[in-house]
């Protein structure tokens, strides 16, 4: 890096206030595969570059204190990709978890995986379980791999699970407050993401979260993924601390009288 570029970084670091970094922050990868045609590569050399930067920001949010790291790896629609290109996705998921599982006792990393994993490869399904119980003896920052996820699917499966519970338990579903439909969602125990960043120019929520963002901060910016660096993520941060989070309230200032 140049030193000038070393320089800015070191501004940029000065410019969060690291006593208000959310607690929660969810990225959608996106821009790997255009990232990889503006190169001239193909377009699992962008997914290869996306993965080795999503280990890249997960230290750095680690680092920082960050308590829970969500991103959208692999999304119901992920399928309709062509053949070649969802198996090299699923092999570098295979490699992320590979070496997760050998760092996690030094890391004491938690991972988890929201989405339904029945369709993955056997091979998949039996790393994600063995992080998955892994994960439970650590406290450690908390990193949520959305593979195979869909947010009205999630919400679905959730609605099934609740209405079972009622005809189980002969409850009435009109005495159901979104505790109980929390309790089944993937993302149960987990506060909802602060701060939702999406790379690559769009500004779509893509079926991500869609129950958990009901408060997020969305921040949106036009650089690719794999080019998604530390100055991208402070500014990300300086970003989510000059909005005013109400929460459906106002601020006192803004009170009548
Ligand atoms: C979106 O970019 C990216 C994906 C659909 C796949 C992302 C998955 C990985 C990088 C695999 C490894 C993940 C982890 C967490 C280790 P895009 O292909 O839609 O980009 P484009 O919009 O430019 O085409």
Redesign the pocket.
Known sequence: MALFGKKRTAAARESVDRTRLPQHVAVI???????ARRRGLP?TA??VA??EN?RTIATLCKNMGIKNFT?F???TE?WKRPTEEVAA?MK??VQ?LQESIEKMEKDHIRLHFWGDLTPLSDELKALCATTDRISEGYDGMNVN?CLNYGGRDEIMYAARAFAQECLDAGRVPDKMEPAMLERHLYSAGVPDPDLIIRP?GEERISNFLLWQSAYAEYYFTDV??PDFDEEELLRAFVAYQQRARRFGGIDETEKDG
């Open positions: 990868l996106d821009g790997n595969g255009r990232w377009r962008g997914h996306g993965a999503f991103v790896a692999f999304s992920n996705i570098l998921l992320y791999v690559s690719m993924w």
